[in-house]
């Protein structure tokens, strides 16, 4: 069975702090997908990033980073100089690898930014 | 660049009356899924379709859930009667089941049962 666990329910910061969002998963497949999703009050959710269970190099894009350790089943995501439109709740989800498997999602944390 | 879409966007109903909410996937995606989020908690898979049928279904998708893919563009998920804690948000997603095996998601459905 999958599972995610999102630990921090709410962060607040202030505008131009980074944000580091936690997430630890279980499965046991050997190879999976992660995926960050934002879901800002409007209630869509956008698809951030992804990584496959393979490459655990850690990547920059734009003002988003991932630290992705297989060893100890963490998949965290960062948000460097927030900005209040970073201002929503963020999602973290698994997927193991055959093809057309569900996504199972962590508990959501809530991100503030304040101006 | 295609996108799935659903309808209606909000959808309110009595306890105990039937719903239809409408999912139209993008177009060569084979997989389809929908997804539940009460109000202020996490998303729920639900079911996933795929050669018209049910592939996999969540101990949530009871015997009042049903879902359809009736003309090969539209796939539909059906709740016969109502409760007052199927007020959710639901999402459809869909999929080709090649990279990442990464799904696409609609804008969802807020559906309201009073």
């Known amino acids: 069975a999958q599972k995610v666990t999102q630990a921090q329910t709410e962060i607040s910061v202030v505008e131009k702090e980074d944000v580091t969002l936690d997430c630890v998963y279980e499965?046991?497949?050997?190879?999976?997908?992660l995926f960050w999703y934002k879901q800002p009050p409007s209630g869509e959710l956008v698809f951030l990033i992804r990584r496959n269970s393979f490459d655990e190099q850690n990547e920059i894009s734009g003002r988003y980073s991932w630290n992705f350790q297989k060893s100890t089943s963490s998949f965290n995501f960062t948000i460097t100089a927030s900005q209040v439109v970073d201002s929503a709740v963020y999602f973290c989800a698994l997927s193991e690898a055959a093809a057309g498997n569900k996504l199972t999602f962590g508990g959501g944390t809530r991100v503030l930014v304040k101006p | 660049e295609p996108e799935v879409t659903q309808t209606p966007s909000h959808q309110v109903t009595q306890m105990g009356q039937e719903v239809i909410l409408r999912c139209v996937p993008i177009?060569?995606?084979?997989?389809f899924y929908w997804y539940r989020q009460i109000l202020g908690q996490k998303v729920e898979f639900l079911v996933s379709?795929?050669?018209?049928?049910?592939?996999?279904k969540s101990e949530i998708f009871d015997d009042q859930f049903s879902v359809e893919r009736p003309d090969g563009s539209n796939f539909t998920l059906k709740i016969r009667s109502t409760k007052l804690e199927d007020s959710a948000m639901y999402f459809c997603?869909?999929?080709?089941?090649?990279?990442?095996?990464?799904?696409?998601f609609g804008p969802g459905t807020r559906l309201t049962v009073l």
């Open positions: 997603a869909s999929g080709n089941g090649r990279a990442y095996n990464e799904q696409f």
């Open positions: 379709f795929y050669n018209n049928e049910i592939s996999e």
């Open positions: 177009s060569n995606h084979l997989y």
């Open positions: 499965t046991r497949d050997t190879t999976y997908y």
